[in-house]
T-cell receptor, first 115, second 113 residues
Framework: AQSVTQLGSHVSVSEGALVLLRCNYS??????LFWYVQYPNQGLQLLLK??????LVKGINGFEAEFKKSETSFHLTKPSAHMSDAAEYFC?????????????FGKGTHLIIQP | ETGVTQSPTHLIKTRGQQVTLRCSSQ?????VSWYQQALGQGPQFIFQ???????GRGNFPPRFSGLQFPNYSSELNVNALELDDSALYLC????????????FGPGTRLTVT
């Protein structure tokens, strides 16, 4: 079964510092990969996605992620953290293309921004 | 703004009761998926409907069932509620054709007492 591992349930960084949120997936076949953000009491918002077109993917709000097949990783980064980035971040994977198997999510990483 | 709405926002039910949650999306979105997000966890896939038929299901028992209607609305029904059913229930619709993206609604918070 497919799985997604997010290392670190909580990550704390200072405002202006680099943000790095880690995601590893289990598969021998490159999947579709996504990062979503969830603000308190809200649904999930798509940050970015990987669908084999390019290994470095740029998303909204200055976030980007790099697909590394050899490491089965899809880590999320942002060069300079902003207070508004404080939220829960989820990495997700799908293998079906059409989505009939749904998205498999990691457990999430809570990003804390220190002033 | 995803164009996906859900109702109600919050709901409290008693163990053993039945509940219906609703989701609406904009026209042209033929796929709807439902997810359960327990507190402190990532969402878990319940099932997906495509043009009013179930075409994928996660590891959830048959007491979780759904419907999709021609007007791009859908329902999630849960029978014989259990305390562990307390969660945020999210519906999601497909993105632009072939994009493999899903766009989520704000969710319904269900509490079972």
């Amino acid at each position: 079964a497919q799985s997604v591992t997010q290392l670190g349930s909580h990550v704390s960084v200072s405002e202006g510092a680099l943000v790095l949120l880690r995601c590893n997936y289990s598969s021998s076949v490159p999947p579709y990969l996504f990062w979503y953000v969830q603000y308190p009491n809200q649904g999930l918002q798509l940050l970015l996605k990987y669908t084999s077109a390019a290994t470095l993917v740029k998303g909204i709000n200055g976030f980007e992620a790099e697909f590394k097949k050899s490491e089965t990783s899809f880590h999320l980064t942002k060069p300079s953290a902003h207070m508004s980035d404080a939220a829960e971040y989820f990495c997700a994977v799908s293998y079906s293309g059409g989505g009939a198997d749904g998205l498999t999510f990691g457990k999430g990483t809570h990003l804390i921004i220190q002033p | 703004e995803t164009g996906v709405t859900q109702s109600p926002t919050h709901l409290i039910k008693t163990r053993g009761q039945q509940v219906t949650l609703r989701c609406s999306s904009q026209s042209g979105h033929n796929t709807v998926s439902w997810y359960q997000q327990a507190l402190g966890q990532g969402p878990q896939f319940i099932f997906q409907y495509y043009r009013e038929e179930e075409n994928g299901r996660g590891n959830f028992p048959p007491r979780f069932s759904g419907l999709q209607f021609p007007n791009y609305s859908s329902e999630l029904n849960v029978n014989a509620l259990e305390l562990d059913d307390s969660a945020l229930y999210l519906c999601a619709t497909d993105g632009p054709g072939g994009s493999n993206e899903q766009y989520f609604g704000p969710g319904t918070r269900l509490t079972v007492t």
